[in-house]
């Protein structure tokens, strides 16, 4: 019981950043049907753009500002330039997703070229521990986690209440449709890739400081987890994808507790095996099963 | 010709031959089939571990390295033993994933799969020696030939040879049979193919099943050759060169990936070795993991039928007013 308490306090950061990564990688696949195995990648990437604002001087939560703006526009470009070319060419899912990997290849080790081989950390002070009980958080663990709660009901208000995450959530269920009652969907699905690579960006930063160091490889290494929770929830469901982040992140530490900090991943894989093997559509299904996810 | 360049032909010769027969499955599964397995190299990996357990002789207190089911079963069981333990796995993760799942959604689940496959390797030091790996693996009938390390070298290449010669004609009988045919049909139009009666989930996870055999086969060859495996050996990124080089062939088309073996994994990343080190030390295997990243693009693009399209069917179906183009 004395580890469980702090492994729920470390479950509850990850969870966290894994919330925001999660969002915005099932928004992505909501809005435009492509799976975006580069997303860890494109984390990476933002992580770097946020360092190099840090090194230059500017204060970590700037920085964490300026990486969510690059990864709003590095994805909307990524996807302008080189997704929606090869769908208007008629690429199918298995090829794009092809495609996607492609890009993550090409990103990670341009990365890897650019900034060579070895470990990078932001300049920034962790802030004075608070102690909850018998867990204990930074200022920068709690701002971490304050920064999700902020984004998750940012999301929500975007998709409920905003003409354009109606526009969203139209063009997710149905684009011929949406189209045809007159919703822009091109600038729909640019928006789409604007937030999403925005939550990609913070979600990169805020991963890094956590983790206190990062290299080229440290996205992808997220990528499991992240598709975990959004399969979890069930591809497709902003919602889904926070409640799957909330239980992979806080199982996955728990594990971490118990076992070791390797196995926190093992933990994520075996709930993504059984979530296929038992209900593929995941728990909320309406857009997985719309996409035909799964028969 | 000195004994060196003797040495690197036969060793490149090798890699062709190893790589031919590991494309070859893959194109079974990707090219013909229609599924996309982005944890193949997981498969070969798999082989190769199974056939150094088995051939390092049984572990013991004191070793330097600590691996399960050690024996020391003769040539040319472990490479058998290697080809086995791959088609079981590739059978338990093909019941898995392989169920009506959409294409895309399954080479996620593929991808995943190959990822937590090396954290496990890497951190289950019981099971095959962590992230070491395993080495001095023995390399087969090396003690009963007796001949020198050159020409157990050009032995060993013909051995190679015979064997990628075998899954080739083994690959092609496949292609070329009606259940070539019907493995076509699914990939170009599933619901088509199950609307005739094909059982598209049984005939998925034979092909699947087969193409994860040669992977271990050819693993195990590789193996037993270089005489160490370790998870560095088997990163999900290899994959993708074998990826690529079915795409650049023409993905279906036999001959055509032993062209795309040629120019990708033995022609291009050889080449480059040659090139001298420029900037820093790791600068030029990025700059090829870049590349391979960018042909599979520019293929995907510009020739996405690669350089030998896969040849259209003898029988060319009759026209009529339902005919309609594959979705």
Known sequence: ?295 | MTDAMQFYISTLLIYLFIDIMGVLGLNLQFGVAGIINFAYIVFVGVGAYTAAVVSLGPDYPGNFQHYMFGASWPFPLPILAGGVAAGLLSLVVGVISLRRLRSDYQAMVMLVLSLIATLVASNATGLVNGPAGLATIPQPLYDQLGLNPLEYQWVYAGWCLFLTVLVFLFVRAITRSPLGRTLRAMRDNERAASAVGKNVTLLRLVIFVVGGVIAGISGAVFAEFIQAWSPGSWLYPETFVFLAAVLVGGAANNWGVILGTLLVPVGFLEATRFLPPIFYQGFIEAMQWVCVGLLILLFLWFRPNGIFPEKPGRFKPRATAQSRPAE
Request: charged share 5%; glycine share 10%; hydrophobic share 60%.
């Open chain 1, 1 to 295: 019981m004395q580890q469980l308490i702090p492994a729920f306090g470390f479950g509850l950061i990850t969870a966290s950043i894994l919330a925001i990564a999660a969002v915005g990688f099932t928004l992505q696949f909501s809005v435009t049907n492509i799976l975006n195995l580069a997303y860890g990648d494109i984390m990476t990437a933002c992580a770097f753009a946020a360092y190099l604002a840090n090194h230059a001087g500017v204060n970590i939560w700037i920085s964490l500002v300026v990486g969510a703006l690059f990864g709003a526009v590095f994805s909307m470009l990524l996807n302008r330039l080189v997704y929606f070319g090869f769908v208007r060419r008629g690429t199918r899912l298995f090829g794009m997703i092809i495609v996607t990997i492609a890009v993550s290849l090409i990103i990670q080790n341009l990365l890897l070229a650019i900034f060579r081989p070895t470990f990078f950390t932001y300049e920034a002070s962790q802030g004075p521990s608070y102690q909850l009980g018998s867990m204990v958080f930074t200022a920068s663990q709690l701002a971490i986690m304050g920064i999700a709660v902020v984004a998750m009901v940012c999301v929500h208000l975007l998709l409920t209440q905003t003409q354009l995450g109606k526009a969203m959530r139209a063009t997710a269920t149905n684009p011929g449709l949406a189209r045809s009652c007159g919703i822009p969907t091109d600038q729909v699905i640019d928006a789409a890739w604007l937030v999403s690579g925005a939550l990609c960006g913070i979600a990169g930063v805020a991963l890094v400081l956590n983790t206190a160091t990062f290299s080229e490889t440290t996205g992808a290494a997220f990528l499991v987890p992240i598709i975990a929770s959004a399969v979890l929830g069930g591809i497709g469901q902003p919602y889904g994808a926070m409640l799957g982040a909330l239980t992979i992140g806080i199982a996955g530490e728990t594990a971490a507790a118990l076992m070791s900090p390797a196995y926190k991943d093992v933990v994520a894989f075996v709930i993504l095996i059984v979530v296929l093997l038992v209900r593929p559509q995941g728990i909320l299904s309406e857009i997985a099963a719309a996409k035909e996810v799964a028969a």
